[in-house]
Nanobody
Framework: QVQLVESGGGLAQAGGSLRLSCAASGRTSSIYDMGWFRQAPGKEREFVSVISRSGGTTYYADSVKGRFTISRDNAKNTVYLQMNSLKPEDTAVYYC???????????????????????WGPGTQVTVSS
């Protein structure tokens, strides 16, 4: 089993920055791709970004491309999401996800679907004020 815990959420002003972290524990050697999703009130959980096991391949939702950066430190079993130029529409609960199989090579329909991931953190709230 793998446990994920997010941290770093909070309140930011529009145009500001936040850095989210997701620490993995347990059978971390079984983790392949890791992703970030978010869910705003009354909306479905949506894909934000994904990173490969090596960290060499990343993808982003169009809504965050150029503003958010995903990275991972496998020595620390941690994945990060640097969020810059925040907008009020970025307000949501952000979830870290991981899978025990490689998803990126299967295409965007897999890595962007929350149903593809085995493990989830409890989420961290991000609120951006205008």
């Amino acid at each position: 089993q793998v446990q994920l815990v997010e941290s770093g959420g909070g309140l930011a002003q529009a145009g500001g920055s936040l850095r989210l972290s997701c620490a993995a524990s347990g059978r971390t050697s079984s983790i392949y791709d890791m992703g970030w999703f978010r869910q705003a009130p009354g909306k479905e959980r949506e894909f934000v970004s994904v990173i490969s096991r090596s960290g060499g391949t990343t993808y982003y939702a169009d809504s965050v491309k150029g503003r958010f950066t995903i990275s991972r430190d496998n020595a620390k079993n941690t994945v990060y999401l640097q969020m810059n130029s925040l907008k009020p529409e970025d307000t949501a609960v952000y979830y870290c996800a991981a899978d025990s199989s490689p998803l990126i090579w299967r295409g965007s329909s897999f890595f962007s679907s929350h149903r593809s991931y085995d493990y989830w953190g409890p989420g961290t709230q991000v609120t951006v004020s205008s």
